[in-house]
DNA sequence: ACCCCACCTGAACGACTGTTCACTTTGCCG
DNA sequence: CGGCAAAGTGAACAGTCGTTCAGGTGGGGT
């Protein structure tokens, strides 16, 4: 009798952990916990109950705090290298055609995946420096692909871009560009007034311009 | 004898605070660390660490953090939009000249003020609303020069900024090329391969491109 | 029936936080 | 000199932080 189980008080309570494992949940609080409010002021208690746990229960699934934020960065990173490698794979060997194919999938990923790619553009510095490596050399390799872009078109004589005292300087651009589209996540509403069709578009038709690509 | 006062141990601690009044000091040190480090993890300790004081003498210049915090954004996002101003101001009529005006000003700021633009720019959030309420409306009135540059120019028929499904989307654009000149202070670095001068001229360049800036 | 093991709980730990305050020091006034 | 206000000190306060750990819980294999 004593230890019958009362259906009732079992309380599934009303949060958010629905079917995924609690790593996923884990993951997805911190997310947009980190997204809303920033990695140093949100506690690991927050984000434990956020998905239904007590603060202990994290340490079941990552060694610490930095471990997560790491590992969510990390997995979003390499995924947006890889999307931004095949976007350029298919895109033929016109370098406006690669150009524009590179802008679009990078924005509207950005558009679309905005709370993980705020995280992983702003949150970076909270690592320590051996977890900074590897993301820092994605990022690198990023802007290696438009650069590659930004000279194939200038050799084929289809981009002009700035020319600053008789000089080009296509990491800069390229910099400043990336720039551009990595902080669409920091200001596109989902339902805002362009949908992320057309914030691609812009931004390609903008860039495109800016680099000088010829008609 | 008990209360002689021996010179030797004096010691003004080799410490940042030149000449200048208290308030500057913990003004400039605030400033750099806020920047190097990011407010939530910047405590009072550190920062009156690095120009010689203890934590308690903040508070007979400010009344907390909170109020440190909000004094030097202020003040900075203040200068940043009298600078603006007074660029478009002295430019002519020409929506060309006037944006480039613009830009130059905008990006030789960020480039010479960049501790300044980062944590003006970085850490606003952690005010709380009301603070924040003054240097939203100032970041405001800024992107509203540009926009009024770009409709000025589009009527004179001397700008063919791009065209989304027919429409233009001057506020998006002009968020998109405002976002590119604010993030310069994340990655300018004074002595690198492009002067300050070279960077304003690199994105006036990109930006009347970006325009469609008629010759 | 049993145990096992993965998972979770929640109190506890030591370190550190922003802020206060009684007290001392400093520089300037007459 | 005396005195006064402005400015600085550093211990103390009440919280909160990330992390640990002894113990609890429940479902599956045998």
Request: net charge positive.
């Amino acid at each position: 009798m004593s230890k019958r189980k009362i259906a009732v008080v079992e309380s599934a309570p009303p949060v958010e952990r629905d079917g995924r494992p609690p790593v996923e949940a884990i993951r997805a609080a911190a997310f947009a916990q980190f997204a809303e409010r920033g990695y140093p002021v949100v506690t690991v208690r927050d984000i434990m109950k956020a998905c239904g746990l007590t603060q202990g229960a994290l340490y079941n699934h990552f060694k610490s705090k930095d471990e997560l934020l790491h590992d969510i960065i990390a997995s979003t990173q390499a995924e947006l290298e890889r999307v931004c490698q095949q976007a350029v794979a298919g895109a033929g060997n016109d370098p406006r055609a690669r150009l524009a194919a590179f802008v679009r999938a990078y924005v509207v990923r950005h558009c679309r995946l905005r709370v993980e790619a705020l995280v992983a553009n702003r949150e970076i510095s909270w690592l320590d420096a051996d977890r900074i490596g590897d993301i820092r050399r994605s990022r690198r390799a990023i802007r290696e692909i438009v650069v590659g872009i930004l000279s194939e078109g200038v050799e084929k004589g289809v981009f002009d871009p700035p020319q600053i005292d008789g000089k080009r300087d296509l990491k800069a651009l390229a910099m400043a560009l990336l720039d551009q589209w990595t902080h669409v996540s920091m200001w596109y509403a989902p339902g805002g007034r362009l949908s992320e069709e057309q914030m691609a578009r812009l931004y390609a038709e903008t860039a495109l311009r800016a680099v000088g690509a010829k008609a």
